[in-house]
Each structure stands twice: as structure tokens, then as C-alpha cells.
């Protein structure tokens, strides 16, 4: 099934993992999914490494796994940056074979140390070969702060645009932890004439570590409320945890009062908060 389908009916659910480090075997990632399978989630979403074929192998065994073993709906995440418009045909070959019909089609982050490949430029690029090579359901990513390569948030909406008319059915923001920057882009992304469904990313911090590397890597925005919090608790791995939980789970009820097209929980493959967080939300889900 189309992903993009399913919002038309409700408050969409949605869960990310990634696929495990390759020291480790992929059957870790079935005990994760054995879990999550629970939540009933509308579909499961796996990343894609940036480098490293290992990885982009796990991504299509993983989501066919997930759409074949678990009969969940399953979406495959796919960066563009470092691969020939002839590998990205023989992956979208395998996703056809597998039966995966939901591709996040991303540019993916430039890595230094590996000059990009000249095939596709930007995001909007690999939508558009899609597109033309297959009958997927696209989505993409969006930014509620912006990109950060992005010098405005006019160019960046204006790319966002060029993006969904290239052929997106729906889209994923970026991690956020001030639903007004949502509210904000919405707006913005309204005015652009953007109507496809906008999941909004949650996700859940459980430790100080992992959320400087976040900010790091993408420059989001941390409220006083939050780094208050954090810094409260940081030496209190379980304290920490719970607070993390709490603080996601109030930003999904003041989006949900909002009228959020779904909410894309980033689970960081750790079940146990993706069940609480769910626990506390699912009657909202159902009203
Ligand atoms: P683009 O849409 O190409 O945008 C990149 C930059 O180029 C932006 O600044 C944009 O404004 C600008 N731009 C776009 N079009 C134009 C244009 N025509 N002219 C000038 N400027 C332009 N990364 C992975 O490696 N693997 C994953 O699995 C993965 N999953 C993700 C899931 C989500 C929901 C999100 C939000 C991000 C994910 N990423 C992943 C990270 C993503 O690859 C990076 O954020 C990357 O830097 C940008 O990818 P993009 O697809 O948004 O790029």
C-alpha cells in the first residue's frame, strides 16, 4: 500500500530504525521489530547509511522483512548523493522484487572524505528518476528550522516546493523540540502551496550525549524547558529516560490537539520507549 493513502483517513503513526552497526548480526533488528509490532504502527520507516554497501543491503532486507514477515506497511529510506543513476535503478529493481512500494528518497549528507557522485545534485533530482522509473510512493524530508546548508528559510521552502512538484506524495520533517518552529513552517510550507501530508518527527532523548550530536549534525534548536531538563538529569540515566519520555510525549499531545497530518516517532531502535510513549498516546490516536 501507499503510505501517502493512509492519511486520509487518520492521525497517522509512524516509526523509524535504522539498521544495525555492522559488528552486529541483523537479527537484532527482528527482536526490535518483534517488539514494535505491538504498537501498530501505519508503517515502519528504515534508514539508509551513507556510505558502505553492507548497509544499503540491510535497508532493503529489512523493509521487505517488515512489509513481507510482520505485514506491516514498510518505507525505504534511500540517499542519493554517493550512488549512479544506473545503482539506484538496480535498488529500486529490488524494492519492485520485494514488494516495497514507499521509498524516502533523501540527497543524504555530504561525507568529506568521499567525493559525491555527479548523478544526482539534490533530493529533488532522485524524485523526479523515481518517478519516472517506477510506481513508488515518494516522500521526503523537510525541515521545520530549515537545513542547515540553507542560508534563508525562503530558499529553503522555495527547494521544499521545487521538491513536492518533482513528484513527492508526503513528507517527514526533522527532529524538533519547539513545536512553534512546526507550527511556523506549516504555515510557510501552506503558503507555498505545499498540500501533501506532513508527518512531524519526534524524538525521544534519553541522553545528553546523544542529543549534542543531534545538534551537532543538524542544528535544531534546544529550549531553556529542555536543556533545563537535561541538565537536571543528566547524571540519572533512568530519571533521564523518563523525562525524555515525558517531554516527547507532550509535544505529541499539544501536535495531535493541532491537527498534525501523523507523528514519526525516531525509535532509535529501542522499543521500550517507543511502548511508553505510545501507551500515553494511543487513545488520542483512536479519538
Ligand atoms: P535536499 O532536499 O536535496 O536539500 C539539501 C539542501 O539543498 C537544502 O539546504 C536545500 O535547501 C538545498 N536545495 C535543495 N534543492 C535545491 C536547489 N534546486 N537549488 C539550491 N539549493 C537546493 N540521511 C541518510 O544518509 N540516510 C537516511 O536514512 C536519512 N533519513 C532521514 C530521514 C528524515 C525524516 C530526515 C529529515 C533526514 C534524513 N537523513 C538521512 C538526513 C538527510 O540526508 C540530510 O538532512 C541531508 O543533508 C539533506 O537531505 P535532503 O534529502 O533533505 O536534501
Do not use: W
Request: hydrophobic share 40%; with cysteine.
Amino acid at each position: 500500500m501507499k503510505t501517502s493513502e493512509i492519511f486520509k483517513n487518520k492521525t497517522v503513526l509512524s516509526l523509524e530504525i535504522f539498521p544495525p552497526r555492522r559488528t552486529a548480526s541483523i537479527d537484532t533488528i527482528y527482536n526490535t521489530l518483534d517488539e514494535l509490532q505491538g504498537l501498530k504502527p501505519d508503517f515502519i520507516s528504515v534508514t539508509y547509511g551513507a556510505g558502505g554497501s553492507e548497509t544499503n543491503t540491510a535497508t532493503l532486507e529489512i523493509a521487505s522483512a517488515i512489509k513481507n514477515n510482520y505485514g506491516i506497511e514498510s518505507v525505504a529510506h534511500l540517499s542519493c548523493i554517493n550512488l549512479t543513476k544506473s545503482e539506484v535503478l538496480n535498488m529500486l529493481e529490488g524494492f519492485k522484487q520485494a514488494g516495497v512500494e514507499n521509498i524516502l528518497a533523501l540527497r543524504g549528507d555530504v561525507n568529506p572524505a568521499l567525493a559525491p557522485k555527479q548523478d544526482f545534485r539534490y533530493a529533488s533530482d532522485l524524485v523526479s528518476f523515481i518517478k519516472e522509473n517506477g510506481d513508488f510512493n515518494i516522500i521526503a524530508a523537510c525541515y521545520p528550522e530549515g537545513h542547515n546548508e540553507c542560508s534563508s528559510l525562503v530558499d529553503d521552502i522555495r527547494n521544499l516546493k521545487t521538491k513536492v512538484d518533482a513528484g513527492t506524495d508526503q513528507l517527514i520533517t526533522q527532529m524538533f523540540f519547539d513545536n512553534s518552529y512546526f507550527y511556523s513552517f506549516r504555515e510557510r510550507a501552506c503558503i507555498a502551496g505545499i498540500n501533501v501530508p506532513i508527518e512531524a518527527g519526534i524524538m525521544p532523548v534519553v541522553n545528553k550525549k546523544q542529543i549534542e550530536r543531534m545538534v551537532s549534525l543538524c542544528g535544531v534548536k534546544l529550549p531553556k524547558k529542555f536543556v533545563t531538563m537535561m541538565e537536571r538529569y543528566e547524571n540519572n540515566p533512568v530519571a533521564m529516560r523518563d523525562a525524555g519520555i515525558a517531554y516527547a510525549v507532550d509535544q505529541i499531545v499539544d501536535l495531535m490537539a493541532q491537527d498534525v497530518d501523523g507523528i514519526h516517532l525516531y525509535t532509535m531502535n529501542n522499543p521500550y520507549i517507543a511502548q511508553k510513549i505510545y501507551a500515553a498516546i494511543s487513545t488520542l490516536l483512536a479519538a
